[in-house]
């Protein structure tokens, strides 16, 4: 347990649940997405993917994350055909 408070008085703290199993379901999403559009040859959709797998490396706030995640795959919906 030292090491955890030596973490929080870094500033560093461990993501919730939540946020883990957001960044995982959108991790997949992302990459379903990219292989559909992939497989159809639709730039909009791949890129969809791409940006579905990385954006939670760039968010640390859990509401921000599921947020931007729902957006992304609704861009995703939109732009499938």
Do not use: E
Request: hydrophobic share 45%; charged share 10%; proline share 5%.
């Amino acid at each position: 347990m030292d090491n955890l408070q030596t973490l929080n008085t870094l500033g560093l703290s461990l993501p919730s649940p939540a946020y883990l199993i957001g960044a995982i379901l959108f991790g997949i999403l992302g990459y379903a997405a990219y292989r559909y559009g992939k497989k159809s040859s639709l730039s909009i959709p791949k890129w969809l993917g791409v940006a579905l797998m990385l954006y939670p490396y760039a968010v640390s706030d859990t509401t921000l994350l599921y947020i931007i995640g729902a957006l992304l795959c609704a861009g995703v919906y939109f732009y499938r055909h």
